[in-house]
C-alpha cells in the first residue's frame, strides 16, 4: 500500500517535487538542497532591496527574486529583534518592567500591523488599478523590514559600549532604521503596483486609515462579543439561584 503523498513545487526550478507526509517528507525537505539554495539567495537579495530600493522591488516580483519563505524569516527576525531590543538594551537607554513583559504581545505589536497593513493595502488598491498581489505585498513589506532588523540588532551590542552621554547616537540610529524601513515600504508600493509617487504615498494614507477602521471594528466586535458573553453568564446564574 502506498503512503499518501503530495506534491510540492521546489522553488529554484518550477519542477514538482513528491514529498511523503510524516518524518520521511520532512526529511525529505530538509535534505532538497536547491531548496536551501534557494531560500538563501532570496535572503541575501534582501541586502539589494535596501540599496537599490526601486530596481530590487521590481525584480523581487516581476522577476521572482524573492520568496515569501524569506519574507517569513524577516518578519519573524524582525519579532525576535524587538523582544531583544526590549529585553538586553543598556537600561540607559531603554527601561522595561520585566514583571509585565510579555514576549507574546511584543510579537502581536510587530505581526498584526504587519498583516493588517498588507490586508487593508490590498483591498484599497485592487480599487485603485493596483497591481499588486496580496502576497506581493507582504512579501514587499517584510523585506522592508531589513533594516530595521539589522540596525536595531547592532545597537543592542552598541548600547553597551557607548555611554549615556553619547545616547543620541542610538537614538538615531534607531530612528534612521525605522525611516529607511519606511521608505523601503513606499518604494515597494511605488514599484509592485506600478504607481506614481504622489499616487503611492495617497494610497499609503488610505491604508493606514483602513487598519485604523479595522481595528475600531475588531475592538467593537469583540467588545459585543463580551458583553453578551457577559450577559448569558449573568442569566445563568440567575437561573441557578431561582432553581437552588
Known sequence: MKS?????RSESDGRAVPVSLGTGGLLRVIADKPRWVHLGK????ALYVCTHP???????????????????????ATVLVEILRLTLTNFQFITVNMEYFNAL???LRVILPLLLWTVSNWSLTTLMDGKGRLGDIYMATSYALTPYVIINGAMIVASWLITYEEGAVYYVMVSFSALWSGLLVL?????????SASKTILS??????????????FVVFFSLISDAVAYFVSLYKEILFRLI
Open 4 to 8: 499518501p503523498c503530495r506534491n510540492l
Open 42 to 45: 532570496t535572503l541575501k537579495y
Open 54 to 76: 526601486f530596481d530590487g522591488f521590481w525584480d523581487l516580483t516581476h522577476e521572482k527574486r524573492g520568496s515569501l519563505a524569506a519574507a517569513n524569516i524577516i518578519a519573524a
Open 105 to 107: 504581545t511584543v510579537a
Open 187 to 195: 518604494a515597494g508600493m511605488m514599484m509592485i503596483h506600478d504607481y
Open 204 to 217: 499609503s494614507l488610505l491604508a493606514i486609515a483602513g487598519v485604523g477602521v479595522m481595528v475600531f471594528i
